[in-house]
């Protein structure tokens, strides 16, 4: 191994650790932390935030940068050092662009706007949040011009996200997307079909539920003696090393559709980080290529491969078996259906497979002309109402169930939304990859069976860890670059066929 | 406050705050890290460690030592600055004193032991040990050089955990004690009395196990709002801050004792560590003034009130009413003779209350015998059963059951045992302080009442965490020093009456 790179790697080494240690206080916040350890825990958090920021931007960590990219010039740049150095200067850079004073105060923003957020939101009152909006649209004006971008300040937000992904290449592929999705909608909608998902709304045991999701998980390949599933109130996955990824889920003992698929989806984000190559750990490598590139791997499994009729053709006998009063009378295609209900509605989070990315293309629209001035916060809850009629042919009866539903525009995080929708597309394009590869796979899904396609996933995106930027990675994997055919094609043969269309 | 004071407060913020981070990495490895965890959770550790340490034996501590011992002149001794500065410079002086190279000595050597000590165990085989232990032994003086000494080497070693406390005054206090241990021990097995432990050698289930412990802790005052309590292989308590106080235990269902006792004894730590007063949290005077004190207020909770005849004179109802098939035919009096049986073994941990304390004189003479060479360590098996016989009257059939039982020495932990003592017999001294201001204590116990005791404890013990040194709290709080004339008529007086004496 390249000398200074090592010494490089061993620097780095003590900024994963402490990024790690950090992951698991909030692990334990989120997941067992008695109340009274609040005050103490954001102490802690604060200490491990500072020193791994203060040794990462520290002077010596330049030099050895600057050592280590003279060293890799002679390397192939698809080695591991080589992308180490890479990603290690992409990182410093962005981490001594932004002025202390600006993460502060961005910091700050997100307390203080998060706090005006959750009240507005629970008495639907959009002038009160006018001013935090306003403010969060400011400052990351001002975090995008300390980044720096070619050719538009949005470039700067996404890529935070998104390595190397530009607002244009997002804006083209939205643009194409959508018109087709806004035509599957209303063809869903006049549709004779009509489907019910009451089925999934009864009670259902929360042990059992944990124990049909975890049989799941593990038959999917997640890898339980490198990884554990808690109980919290917002659902999440973290990793302090590819040995150890964990993720959390929420029962509700109304609804079986809640911790299934949330299992199934959390699932997919902790194989991803399992499946990094054992070269990359302990190195800033070891985790995603992007929140687009992860998003893809969690939808894959919750969406493409969970609720896809081969799979509940295996797995609902022991749904059935598991909820003998419930579903021991449903046909699997009854269940099958319920789980794939098409039906615009104001909630993102709860949006169906077909709605869900117009939901995105909305928030993508809109934090576009908040930026760039086109629209004015204090008219953001209008222009939010009108998209959702343009696009869904429906109008949130207040703000509640509109522009003040999400959490992310409180914390000033604009840019981060396209990845959910990135995701969705990618998701099909790589499966579509994999069943090139390999036809047999939904019989392999039929018998429940799931190696092939978690090996060519593993082959081509998860063992790479962070190595590439997203657009490397997808055209590596699936020989093209990112395009929504994969993913329309996905959508209109599936929903075609239950919808007949 | 003082400005120099809180400078260097501010420094030692971030040294607890990585001390704590560490802690709570501790727990989680012991409680609910996946196997997989293990290797990145040493790196991680050992970053946070070494951290915690460049930081705390930097100079800019020392220069921040410096101004602060200026500036305290001025105050009154007693006060926290004053005491924070106290405990800093001690705290500084030991970190720097002993060399990295020493240090990492040390913990090799441990890690290496430790190994070779599992083994040995396991097989009853003292000789492949001997290498090992004598090394721990060559360390331990090393290590007391290092830190330096006024009378004998043994005393650097001790004041470790008990900071200004003599080998001369242990030895005393041990020498005093003994014979009195002796005569107990012998009178007891000639005492016509015979007790039976089976009741408690029954199966128990564990959950329910779990729900009289917690509830008798809570009874006591442990806040669980600040704490928490999970599974582990042996049992301990942790602190992230007073705060977030937590305690492990180990159930076993064939045996009530087990959990039990030690859940009371935990707790015992952990309201310790939540009544620390608030102007202390976050400095490194926010935990317990020693080993032998903190052992005190574990003892006392466990043995003195949880053992006691007006404890379960209350409990006891409880208890059957939770275990009616075990202990529904059982008399309360059969329970607590059961609970106090006084009978020679050669497990120290599973020692009662009055043969506990020869275990450790044992070990106290043996390790002043190792470290001053009057006991080679070839022969320390050998010495071992002769002491056992002389202070127990039995002999272990072999070396698991006799020298190699304890893990302390592989780990070259040389010092440590006496602290057990000391708080057996610091928590009769501490109780009698207690009784004598509030005489009607054991009434209220009888009531299941424990609040007048606790702030007892907390007045004259807990609230002062680590301000002063362990002779100090004594005295202020008992009156007198370190004594062993309650603990003395404690058991007299309890065991006397059960074994007719």
Do not use: C
């Given at each position: 191994m390249a000398n200074d790179v090592q010494r490089l790697r061993e620097r780095l080494a003590t900024v994963v650790n402490l990024d790690h240690a950090a992951a698991v206080l909030g692990w334990d916040q989120q997941t067992y932390m008695p109340p009274g350890g609040a005050r103490a825990r954001g102490e802690q958090l604060a200490t491990l935030t500072r020193l791994s920021h203060e040794i990462f931007t520290d002077q010596e960590t330049a030099h050895l940068i600057d050592l280590a990219e003279q060293e890799v010039r002679?390397?192939?740049?698809?080695?591991?050092?080589?992308?180490?150095?890479?990603?290690?200067?992409?990182?410093?850079?962005?981490?001594?662009?932004?002025?202390?004073?600006?993460?502060?105060?961005?910091?700050?923003?997100?307390?203080?706007?998060?706090?005006?957020?959750?009240?507005?939101?629970?008495?639907?009152?959009?002038?009160?949040?006018?001013?935090?909006?306003?403010?969060?649209?400011?400052?990351?004006?001002?975090?995008?011009?300390?980044?720096?971008?070619?050719?538009?300040?949005?470039?700067?937000?996404?890529?935070?996200?998104?390595?190397?992904?530009?607002?244009?290449?997002?804006?083209?592929?939205?643009?194409?997307?959508?018109?087709?999705?806004?035509?599957?909608?209303?063809?869903?909608?006049?549709?004779?079909?009509?489907?019910?998902?009451?089925?999934?709304?009864?009670?259902?045991?929360?042990?059992?539920?944990?124990?049909?999701?975890?049989?799941?998980?593990?038959?999917?390949?997640?890898?339980?003696?490198?990884?554990?599933?808690?109980?919290?109130?917002?659902?999440?996955?973290?990793?302090?090393?590819?040995?150890?990824?964990?993720?959390?889920?929420?029962?509700?003992?109304?609804?079986?559709?809640?911790?299934?698929?949330?299992?199934?989806?959390?699932?997919?984000?902790?194989?991803?980080?399992?499946?990094?190559?054992?070269?990359?750990?302990?190195?800033?490598?070891?985790?995603g290529a992007s929140l687009g590139v992860h998003e893809s791997q969690s939808r894959l499994w919750e969406n493409i491969v969970g609720r896809s009729r081969p799979f509940w053709e295996y797995f609902y006998p022991t749904l059935q078996e598991t909820f003998p009063e419930r579903l021991g009378q449903v046909p699997m295609e009854t269940f099958y259906r319920a789980v794939n209900i098409v039906q615009p509605s104001f909630i993102r989070t709860e949006a169906d497979e077909v709605t869900y990315n117009l939901h995105i293309m909305l928030r993508f629209e809109m934090e576009l002309g908040m930026l760039d001035g086109s629209?004015?916060?204090?008219?953001?809850?209008?222009?939010?109402?009108?998209?959702?009629?343009?696009?869904?042919?429906?109008?949130?009866?207040?703000?509640?169930?509109?522009?003040?539903?999400?959490?992310?525009?409180?914390?000033?995080?604009?840019?981060?939304?396209?990845?959910?929708?990135l995701g969705n597309i990618l998701s099909a394009q790589f499966y579509a990859g994999a069943l090139r590869a390999h036809p047999s796979i939904p019989d392999e899904i039929r018998q429940g069976e799931f190696a092939t396609l978690r090996h060519w996933l593993s082959e081509h995106v998860y063992r790479y860890g962070r190595m590439d930027e997203p657009n490397t990675l997808i055209e590596r994997a699936t020989g093209s670059p990112l395009t929504i055919e994969p993913y329309l094609q996905y959508l209109r043969t599936k929903f075609g066929e239950l919808y007949r269309l």
């Open positions: 002679s390397l192939p740049p698809e080695s591991v050092d080589a992308a180490l150095t890479r990603v290690a200067r992409r990182d410093y850079d962005k981490a001594t662009r932004v002025p202390a004073s600006l993460v502060a105060e961005l910091s700050r923003h997100a307390v203080e706007a998060h706090a005006v957020w959750v009240q507005a939101r629970e008495t639907a009152d959009f002038p009160m949040f006018v001013p935090s909006l306003q403010r969060s649209v400011e400052l990351s004006r001002e975090l995008a011009e300390a980044l720096g971008y070619e050719d538009q300040p949005y470039d700067a937000l996404l890529d935070q996200f998104e390595p190397g992904m530009k607002t244009a290449q997002v804006r083209d592929i939205f643009t194409t997307l959508r018109p087709h999705l806004i035509e599957l909608v209303q063809a869903v909608a006049s549709s004779p079909v009509k489907m019910d998902a009451g089925i999934l709304h009864q009670e259902f045991d929360e042990g059992k539920q944990e124990h049909v999701g975890r049989l799941i998980a593990t038959r999917y390949g997640y890898d339980f003696t490198r990884g554990r599933q808690d109980r919290t109130v917002h659902p999440f996955e973290t990793s302090f090393s590819r040995d150890d990824v964990r993720i959390t889920t929420r029962f509700d003992k109304d609804f079986l559709g809640s911790s299934l698929f949330s299992t199934l989806h959390e699932s997919g984000h902790a194989m991803y980080e399992q499946g990094v190559g054992e070269d990359l750990e302990g190195t800033p490598l070891a985790q629209i004015p916060a204090v008219d953001a809850n209008r222009v939010w109402d009108d998209l959702m009629d343009q696009y869904l042919g429906i109008r949130p009866p207040n703000d509640r169930l509109g522009i003040l539903q999400d959490v992310h525009w409180s914390g000033g995080m604009l840019g981060y939304f396209s990845t959910y929708a």
